[in-house]
């Protein structure tokens, strides 16, 4: 039968060629919020990877809004321009849409990068003050943030509108509200970070409220040609934190204002999470959104091998998959899927000799078996 991963998937004018999504990959390595060499060599390998889509990483809408000092950002000119070089050598030698997600980190920003600890940023390490719902910190031993004014939060409102914004001038195909993982919109979210009285604390409702203004602000900002999406947090794991239930009235409210896809995530919010990782452990959360909502939805988590990503796609339980890992282990990923799958896979002619095709006639979309004895030209 054919392969369901390899065919098409449309969302408002952009088709993507396969279901295949390179997942969003913080970096840790930009210059004050700006992209570099860094972000030419690891985009550039993946935009030549055939995927159906290119998520670049989690990008901090304010200065304050990123996890760590080198986490990239969309906030300036400066961010905006560095962004433009490494997109329009995407977009010369590649063959997959780019789409950025947007995230302001929160409670969990002020870190050090995971490789030198990825704590709170010392008093030496020039901290910042953070903001989340609530004064109530990550864990022992992260900063205790300040719980936003209503003026902070008309101020990051406004700074997700001015990304978006960016990322239309940039001419990206997607963009992503990052509302998972801990970061400030899902602490709006969860139970456990949100302890405020006022209108965007308590119930359901109320927590949904500032993540649903934001991500309406982005849609109307963004091009009505253009998919939007968000990745949000399926549960917490945690007893008293945000659940499945609440993930899925809060992708209706997201279905309601526009919102194109979901990239259904989970944890990240709580240190004492309990989660069942395993293969595709956070699929049926993906499934579940699905099926109750009608939403096209994203499944991710240890996927990682040709036909279980097949299956997921053939099953319906998703109508893409994200990978992370598994393209940062293999960024041919896609090519040997083709391969095992017997499906068709973009190839640039520079490289398509590495998959047996000789010049010219390079484009090969089915690739045949290595070739033996053949010349070096
Ligand atoms: C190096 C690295 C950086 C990541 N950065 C982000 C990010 O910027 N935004 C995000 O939503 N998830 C981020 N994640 C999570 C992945 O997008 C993905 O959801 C997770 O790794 C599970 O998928 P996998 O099993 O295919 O790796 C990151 C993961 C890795 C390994």
Known sequence: MASQLFTPFTMRGLTLRNRIVISPMCQYSADDGAANDWHMLHLGSFAVSGAGLL???????????????????LYSDNDELALAKVVAACR??????IGIQLAHAGRKGSAQLPWEGGGSLRADQDPWETVAPSAIPMAENWHVPRAATTADLARIRAAFVGATVRAARLGLDVVEAHCAHGYLLHEFLSPLSNQRGDEYGGSLANRMRFPLEVVGAMRAAWPAAKPLGARITGTD????????????AFARELKALGVDYLCVSSGGISLKAQIPIGPGYQVPLAERIRREVGIPTRAVGLIVEPRQAER??????????????????????????????GADAAIPPQYARGRGAQWPGTKILRPPPAPQGVAAQ
């Open 237 to 248: 794991w945690v007893e008293g934190g945000f659940t499945l239930d609440d993930a899925v």
């Open 312 to 341: 997921i796609v053939a099953e319906g339980r998703a109508d893409m998959v994200a990978m992370a890992r598994a393209f940062l282990d293999n960024p041919r990923w896609v090519w040997h899927a083709a391969e095992a799958l």
């Open 55 to 73: 998520m670049i990483e989690a990008s901090g809408v304010e200065r304050h809004g990123r996890i760590t000092h080198a986490c990239l950002g």
């Open 92 to 97: 010369r030698w590649g063959n997959v849409p």
